[in-house]
């Protein structure tokens, strides 16, 4: 490892930190962070989303085990979910970061989850009730979730999040600050009732808001960017109607009942609002009013036309039904002042008196009969008093009341009622749409003339004399300026004249001496937010602080007020916490379709005007529902508050804000991950014009048991069944024109397995998969690609697809594509799956700049191929798809390679920020009964969908001893976790059952949480019914079911045996024994002794260095003898490392933590013994030497490394050469040696790239099956055919022949593009070798090893655990492994490291459970156990009877079996327990 | 707005109302639309599959025009805009050619749809509409020439060109998704191969009716004429009776506007576009 440097600088630096943030919480994610956190770092983990798990969590299966993606993942889930030294910051990006390698302090963001975390309990109440639908980007948008959802049932934090980007401009222009988004929400699902509470929360008036509003809501709507706005206030009058229809009328709860009273001054709409809420608040409340009726200017100033006095009433009886007492004729004054109502009790007063006096034209003749201002004309006519205005008149003014005026003058039979406005329409305040019902009703509109004078006669009017105007400037307004024009006067002859320019403030009824803060206009001053005066307990609000403003404007005032009233009686602080923090979301509608407002019916005008009957009539229910789904949902959440009413555990808080975290870490893992490549780029495939042509992702979902379509494979036009199913591959990838020249290196294969998986769902599928190369080049890949073709039939075909058609009736699709006959074939297709590539996360490059780390030209983490993992700042490390495309294995791989290196560089602070798992002490249940608790689980659909799991359950219950049984969706997500904890304790279970999935995945997170419950972790036993009976059963439901049950009463029957087991600690010898002294074991032991272990380097050879010696120069252009060189310095320096040369191993023993390793080494081969406590497998693999194509009898025929090699040592000129023929695949797929080398491809275009640089003229061949230059190493595959390297195709069925004649060389091959064959008389011929495995048979046997059917060393798993062996403590990496160029050695090595600290981080191991154990009495050392164990643990002591060690015993029960004397009992799984299994099995089922 | 108008040859045969229309769209659009003087062929069909050297030449002498009097080109015609756009890139890309005429590439060129469509010009014509083409399924055909090679035409979507599609929405009009948007009608070999331009152009027609479409919207004269001239030929060899009427976009945009001469451009198609529109109402 290359950190020796970087760890010298902290020498006299302070100590690193001991933490290291991990940015991505895919697999890749995961993986370091368990690694890191298991070697004894505490770890961050940040994660843009609102649960980890990344895109492997939304993969049906993986390839090429056909694992289910979700199994396999859930259980690291759930163990970073549990893990104490994880920190998961959900929904967080990292935004800055100050300070270098070992010190870094990084700044995260962290959005609103508006879910308390430790509240939640995923138990999905709020998602239930949320009227928001959104697509839900899990499924690939397929389907819809709510605005408040879990990204996935099994998601890890098992939380709940809200989905809200701000305030919806709706609310944010309400001067009451209703939810607006929400209440329409509601509306739209018919959800009345609570769409009117939700209004009652800002706003009391609801019917008087739903008639009377100047409705700014509907001015900032989105919909007036898409045609016209949402029909916000015919909504709220719907609603408000449909409440007061209904018979019983909810009244909202009110909180405790308060002592203190509170007077309010003025009965409009602030005094009413603060009214209403102050009584909801639990206060006393009355109303002081001084005219006779309440409602203020509602009731006084708008005409019934508008706003029906019954409607008024409703609202206002509404108000006084909470206890709210109005007392009318009851002005302040002389009579009653504010220190008479402190007098009387009243411990707060809120004055709300509003502006009632009209404003004065100021003009000649304003006095004369005639002359009625326009309130005051409103109010008498509202008052019911007769005032005949004549058949002329002319009313003076542009505002609401003007308009109202003029209508009512109309109403009471007035000819040629008239408006004079002395600015243009464009500026006129009136409503828009009130104007317009004035002029249906024949209304003139005389715009710029303004009044000079009144004429009278006789004290009378008679007439206007006029004056015309033009507009100058904008004014203080911002409306532009009337400016009169000369000697434009006219008269006008009229009856009456009723100016209506505005209202004043009348407050004149305020003691002087108080000190009062009256502004220039004449109103009162007041806090803006607290809306207090200067004033001890008086608060004013409405028209007498604003000046005449709206209704909507007073009740937001009330409100505010009532809030600051509560506070100052109960002595908080009054503005504290009142600024809003979210920020209004903008939004520009794109591809929203035009879907026209619906208008309210209005009364027919001739009808309308004879009488004062309401001019707009209401929504029907049915259009009010279709208005309110015409709402965007701006802000996604849109604040409806049901989650809020739902959630019982009181999690939901739609008041939290952004927050902003800076964390101190050592070093920071970067694992982002990918985006797919929007399909899009590939217009010619009508992705999003076809429904039928989707993505892989999509389709990995609708493969998903918990996708869309629960596992039914449909297509989206019409749900039917596929039959005929295309893939198209390299969709945004190996495309130049669209900038993404790269190999996405996965998609071959998963679409490979996609149609097998698809064809496993449905045999009636037949998959077609059209392609450029097959890239299977991974291990194991290359024989399921085969499998996929012969056992599946799956038909590829070898052509890229320019185009697809859809037949517009069936929605079918057409392909036209070129067989191999070379004719053009066209033909249909049921469904199209876009093989689309991967692209870097569309957050990793805000990632990159925020970090400073450089990026390649395409947008993924530039690293060198040396070191692999290193970004270009120190200290900050990468893996997985950011990286370059790769599949899951090589993402664990790296993940755990930046982990190695993350921590080498913070070593010495290992362990100085971890906190220890304490678990409570054991519950002793020896002596109890049997108490069996059962937990039978659906898995999703994965059992529930075969088997009657509430049907098993019933039968569990009545099983012996079983005293609880439950079941659940899932049983291993984290909630039922919690659930499960929870039973055991409160019934008091002592032994559980769980009937699930397979125990090798699941069973240490069932003993875990049965752990924490206090029981010992052997009280556990479980019945797999999923991969032994609903996934090998599945068309055979009942008798599935049956079998479940059996399994069930089996499991049962052995756990009333079960014992609580004890384990016992054994310390850990804290070296390494790394075999193998290639590039890989190189590695490795620099990374261990890095970490400051010790390291034992044995190799075969005389010297360090395995293929690296062979090798001199990358595709990439890093000279390789110089990194050897390099290599061997810091190995040979290293004062930790000891290297044994030319060793071999002769014996093996023991078990994790403590292994013995007999060496013999050198010319002598002397014989020594290594005690270790972990092995790292790096024997390597070597170039095969060719049998085939005259290797060997002809010395221009050689092997890639040969040609590599005597090119560098110049032994060959490539500069004199003039053909070269390069065979691909010699020894590799091919019926003995089924398996794809990997680096052969690049290798060759590497060697041949060299001879075309010395030698642009040769004719370089490379005759190949397919190219497999994966990932960023197609930027050289193009760079070759750039360069003139001509690459033909051949088959396994039509092998290049070689024949050496007296032209020299001759290489015959069919070329399927010539159709014809071609023959090549090369000067070199080059073989592109397979790689095999060095030899191993001996040291596989020795060590207990297993082996691929190629002879590589097997993992223990090929997707989640690539270096790790099945014998723990064990790791493999490099070409031992299987065959892979330098860089991915290089990580594997790391990884395996990274593998290895996790036990050689600890300082003790936990041995025992299930062993073996020796009855001394019944032995009667025969040797039999001795003689079967595989593991030659049982020896017979000096008392002579057998002694089988718990260390080192495996557990496998082997000698248990074999003894004859029944002297051996494997813990665990005792006689006893095994024929109460049996006998339980054999006794059928009851029923 | 003024810009340098290149009308080429067909406009003034077999494309008069797709001339005559653009002249009256663009004065309702305040557009003034100036004939570059003395404009020569542009070199299409014969000259760009001769003679290399004619190929370039022939539209850079146009371009020399246009950039003389400091102006945008616009050109009507596909095949014009295709050999302007290659001239274009010939004489001011990298390998720079030269034929003797100082083209600096201060003139844009524009295809006329681009030009109408264009940020500034479009927001206007929604204005414009009188009468809305309401209940007129249209499939737009942009060929191929105003598209590919997207190095030579700049196209953003040579693939999935939605200019047309927009601009019909914006009319009114319900514009249809169909896969043979930029798929070749076969134009070249009308003469030369009739078979292949029966089959391609046979295709498009279907696609059109299974499409569900009322007619074809285009903006290239060849377009045009081969889609609405060959019909009845086409038809009859396959024994289908094909009666599709095909567009000008310029004249659908005209008929938008009520443009009284919407009706005189009509009269000159073969495929009688007028019972369609009458059945529509939207004349």
């Known amino acids: ?1487 | 707005m003024k810009v340098s108008f290149y009308p080429g040859c067909s406009l003034e045969g077999t494309a008069r109302e797709y001339g005559e229309s653009i002249e009256q769209v663009c004065e309702t659009l305040g557009i003034e639309i100036e004939e570059i003087p003395g404009w020569n062929c542009c070199g299409a069909s014969s000259a760009h599959c001769m003679d290399e050297f004619l190929s370039v030449a022939l539209p850079a002498r146009n371009l020399f025009l246009a950039e003389r009097v400091e102006q945008d080109l616009v050109t009507p015609c596909a095949a014009c805009f295709n050999r302007l756009k290659t001239a274009e890139k010939s004489l001011t890309g990298a390998s720079k050619m030269d034929v003797g005429i100082p083209v600096q590439g201060k003139s844009k060129v524009l295809h006329i749809l681009e030009f109408l469509t264009q940020e500034g010009v479009v927001e206007t014509i929604e204005k414009h509409v009188k009468s809305p083409l309401r209940n007129l399924k249209v499939v737009s055909y942009y060929g191929c020439l105003i598209v590919r090679p997207p190095r030579i035409t700049d196209a953003k979507h040579w693939e999935d060109p939605q200019a047309l599609d927009r601009l019909i929405a914006q009319l009114g009009g319900e514009s249809v998704f169909w896969p043979y948007k930029t798929e070749c009608c076969g134009g070249s070999l009308v003469l030369t191969n009739v078979d292949i331009f029966r089959r391609l152009t046979g295709r498009l027609l279907d696609m059109a009716k299974d499409a569900e479409a009322d007619c074809i919207v285009t903006c290239c004269p060849l377009c045009q004429t081969n889609l609405d001239t060959r019909q009845q030929e086409i038809g009859s060899a396959v024994g289908i009776t094909y009666d599709l009427p095909i567009f000008y976009f310029t004249e659908l945009m005209g008929l938008a506007f009520g443009l009284q001469a919407a009706g005189k451009w009509f009269r000159r198609h073969l495929v009688d576009p007028i019972p369609l529109l009458r059945s529509k109402n939207l004349i």
Request: hydrophobic share 35%; with cysteine.
């Open chain 1, 1 to 1487: 490892m290359n950190s020796n440097e970087t760890k010298s600088n902290f020498k006299s630096d302070p100590p690193p930190v001991g933490a290291v943030m991990v940015v991505g919480g895919g697999i890749g994610g995961i993986q370091s962070s368990l690694d890191l956190a298991n070697s004894g770092f505490r770890v961050y983990l940040v994660e843009e989303d609102s649960a980890i798990g990344g895109r492997m969590a939304q993969l049906d299966k993986t390839f090429p085990t056909n694992d289910c993606s979700m199994c396999i993942i859930s259980p690291k889930l759930v163990e970073v979910g549990r893990h104490n030294n994880i920190e998961i910051l959900s929904y967080a990006s990292v935004d800055g970061i100050e300070g270098e390698a070992g010190n870094f302090r990084v700044t995260v963001k962290q959005k609103p989850r508006f879910i308390e975390l430790d509240k939640c309990t995923g138990c999905g109440d709020c998602a239930k009730v949320c009227p928001v639908e959104v697509a839900n980007e899990f499924d690939a948008d397929l389907i819809n979730r709510r605005a408040v959802y879990k990204r996935y049932p099994q998601a890890i934090p098992n939380a709940f999040a809200i989905d809200k980007l701000g305030i919806s401009p709706c609310k944010a222009h309400c001067p009451a600050g209703i939810h607006v988004q929400g209440y329409v929400a509601l509306i739209g699902q018919k959800k009345f009732k609570e769409a009117l509470a939700l209004i009652r929360k800002n706003n009391p008036l609801p019917a008087i808001c739903g008639r009377a509003c100047t409705h700014p809501c509907e001015g900032a709507c989105t919909r007036n960017q898409v045609e016209d706005p949402i029909a916000i206030m015919s909504l709220k009058r719907f609603v408000a109607d449909w409440g007061y229809a209904q018979e019983e009328l909810d009244l909202p709860p009110i909180d405790e009942k308060r002592e203190e009273k509170v007077a309010i001054v003025g009965a409009g709409p602030a005094g009413l609002s603060a009214a209403f809420y102050l009584a909801l608040a639990g206060y006393q409340v009355a109303i002081f009013e001084a005219l006779p009726e309440p409602g203020g200017m509602m009731m006084w100033g708008i005409p019934e036309y508008r706003l029906p006095r019954e409607v008024l009433k409703k609202d206002i009886e509404y108000i006084q039904r909470l206890g709210v007492e109005i007392k009318t004729n009851t002005p302040l004054g002389p009579e009653l002042s504010l220190d008479d109502l402190f007098n009387q009790g009243f411990k707060a007063i809120f004055l709300s008196v509003g502006a009632k006096k009209s404003v004065k034209l100021g003009i000649e003749g304003e006095d004369s009969e005639g002359v009625i201002h326009g309130l005051d004309y409103l109010r008498a006519i509202n008052a019911g008093k007769e005032i005949p205005l004549g058949d002329q008149v002319a009313v003076i003014g542009g505002g609401n009341v003007a308009i109202d005026v003029v209508r009512t003058a109309i109403r009471r039979g007035s000819k040629n009622a008239f408006i004079i406005y002395r600015r243009s329409r464009e500026e006129m305040p009136a409503l828009e749409e009130e104007v317009i019902e004035a002029e249906e009703e024949g209304v003139k509109i005389h715009y710029l003339v303004a009044p000079k004078r009144i004429l009278n006669r006789d004290g009378k009017v008679i007439g206007i004399e006029l004056l015309r105007m033009e507009l100058g400037e904008p004014d203080a307004s911002g409306r532009r300026r009337p400016i009169p024009i000369e000697g434009s006067e006219f008269i006008v002859e009229v009856d009456s004249v009723v100016p209506a320019i505005g209202q004043s403030t009348d407050l004149s009824f305020l003691p002087k001496e108080k000190g009062w803060n009256i502004s220039q206009g004449g109103t009162l001053e007041v806090d803006p937010v607290t809306y207090a005066t200067g004033i001890p307990g008086v608060f004013a609000g409405g028209d007498m602080v604003t000046g005449p403003a709206t209704v909507v404007e007073a009740v937001g005032a009330g409100r505010e007020a009532a809030i600051s009233i509560a506070r100052y009686l109960q002595g908080i602080d009054l503005s504290e916490g009142r600024e809003g923090k979210l920020p209004v979301v903008e939004v520009t509608p794109e591809g929203v379709a035009k879907n026209p407002r619906h208008s309210p019916a209005k009364l027919d005008v001739q009808e309308r005007i004879r009488d004062f009957r309401e001019v707009q009539q209401g929504f029907s229910e049915e259009v009010a529902v279709a208005e309110a789904q015409r709402c965007l949902n701006c802000g996604i959440c849109s604040e409806c508050l049901q989650c809020v009413e739902a959630c019982l555990a009181h999690a939901v808080n739609h008041e939290m804000v952004e927050k902003h975290l800076t964390l101190s870490v050592g070093s920071i893992v970067l694992s982002p991950g990918f985006d797919v490549t929007d399909p899009l780029l590939r217009e010619e495939y009508g992705y999003g014009h076809y429904p039928n042509v989707i993505t892989s992702l999509e389709f990995e979902r609708i493969l998903s048991a918990t996708g869309p379509y629960q596992g039914h494979i449909r297509r989206p036009s019409d749900l039917s069944d596929p039959e005929r199913v295309a893939w198209i591959q390299c969709v945004g990838s190996r495309d130049e024109s669209h900038g993404k020249d790269y190999c996405s290196s996965v998609c071959c294969m998963y679409a490979t397995k996609e149609a097998i998986i698809a064809r496993e769902h449905n045999s009636t599928i037949k998959p077609t998969i059209f392609f450029i190369d097959i890239r299977a080049h991974g291990k194991g890949f290359d024989q399921y690609y085969e499998r996929a073709r012969d056992v599946y039939h799956v038909r590829y075909i070898r052509c890229q697809i320019s185009k697809i058609v859809e037949k517009p009736r069936s929605k079918n699709l057409l392909i036209a594509y070129i067989d191999e006959t070379g004719k053009v074939v066209e033909e249909e297709f049921d469904l199209v799956v876009l093989s689309v590539g991967i692209s870097p996360s569309k957050t990793s490059r805000q990632l990159a700049e925020n970090l400073e780390i450089e990026l390649n030209s395409y947008g993924f983490c530039q690293t060198d191929p040396l070191t692999p993992m290193q970004t270009s700042r120190p200290g900050i490390y990468v893996c997985g798809a950011f990286q370059s495309p790769k599949d899951i294995p090589e993402t664990i791989s790296q993940a755990s390679g930046a982990a190695a290196f993350a921590s080498e560089i913070l070593s010495k602070s290992r362990g100085s920020l971890v906190c220890q798992e304490v678990f409570p002490p054991e519950r002793d249940v020896q002596g109890e009964e049997p108490r069996i608790g059962v937990f039978v689980c659906h898995c999703g659909i994965n059992i529930g969908g075969v088997v009657d799991v509430p049907a098993v359950k019933e039968y569990a219950q009545t099983l012996p001893h079983v005293v609880y049984v439950d079941e659940n969706l899932y049983t291993c997500s984290q909630d039922t976790q919690a659930k499960m904890k929870e039973v055991i304790t409160e019934k008091q279970l002592n032994r559980i059952v769980v009937a699930s999935c397979s125990p090798r995945t699941h069973e240490p997170l069932f003993q875990a949480t049965i752990r924490e419950a206090g029981l010992n972790k052997y009280l556990f036993e479980m019945a797999n019914i999923r991969d032994q009976c609903s996934w090998v059963h599945m068309d055979r439901k009942e008798e599935a079911t049956r079998k479940a049950k059996d399994l069930v009463r089996m499991a049962v029957a052995k756990a009333q045996f079960l014992e609580p087991l004890k384990e016992q600690e054994l310390t850990i010898t804290k070296r390494a024994l790394v075999v193998g002294g290639g590039a890989s074991g190189m590695v490795a032991a620099l990374g261990l002794a890095s970490q400051g272990f010790e390291v034992f380097l044995v190799e075969k050879e005389k010297e360090l260095g395995g293929n690296l010696r062979n090798l001199y120069y990358t595709i990439h252009g890093n000279e390789v003898q110089e990194y050897l060189r390099s290599l061997l310095e810091k190995v040979q320096n290293h004062p930790s490392i000891q290297v044994i040369l030319d060793a071999v191993i002769v014996d093996f023993t023991g078990f994790k933590g403590n292994f013995k390793t007999g060496i013999m080494s050198g010319p002598a081969m002397a014989y020594r013994q290594i005690e270790h406590g972990v092995s790292i497998i790096a024997t390597g693999g070597e170039e095969y030497k060719p049998e085939e194509y005259l290797y060997g009898q002809d010395e221009r025929i050689m092997t890639q490394q040969e040609l590599e090699g005597k090119i560098f040592r110049q032994e060959i000129n490539p500069g004199i050469v003039d053909e070269v023929v390069m065979i691909q695949c010699v020894g590799s797929r091919i019926p003995e040696r089924p398996y794809c080398s990997r680096v052969c491809c690049s290798t060759a275009i590497k060697n041949a790239l060299k001879i075309k640089e010395k030698n642009p003229h040769a004719n370089v061949f490379i005759l190949y099956r397919d190219i497999r230059s994966y990932g960023l190493l197609e930027d050289y595959y193009a760079r070759a055919r750039k360069a003139g390297v001509i690459f033909v195709r051949y088959d396994l069925t039509n092998k290049p022949e070689v024949t050496q004649g007296k032209e020299g060389l001759a290489v015959s091959v069919y070329d399927p593009a010539l159709r014809e064959k071609i023959t090549l008389h090369p000067q070199l011929l080059v073989l592109s070798s397979a790689i095999i495995p060095r030899e191993n048979n001996e040291l596989a046997s020795l060590m207990k090893l297993q082996r691929t059917s190629d002879s590589f060393f097997l993992e223990a798993h090929m997707k989640l655990r690539p270096v790790d062996f099945a014998t723990e403590g064990m790791y493999l990496c490099g070409l031992a492994h299987s065959p892979k160029p330098l860089d991915e050695s290089i990580s594997q090595a790391a990884a395996a490291v990274s593998r290895a600290c996790t036990l050689l981080s600890h300082d003790t191991i936990t041995v025992g459970g299930v062993v073996a154990r020796v009855d001394e009495e019944k032995c009667s050392a025969c040797l039999t156990c001795v003689r079967v164990c595989p593991y030659d643990v049982p020896f017979i002591d000096e008392k002579g009877v057998a002694q089988i060690d718990s260390a080192r015993c495996q557990g496998c029960g082997s000698c248990a079996s074999e003894c004859p004397g029944k002297a051996i009992q494997l813990q665990h799984f005792k006689d006893e327990e095994i024929i109460a299994k049996a006998t339980a099995l054999l006794k059928k089922e009851a029923a």
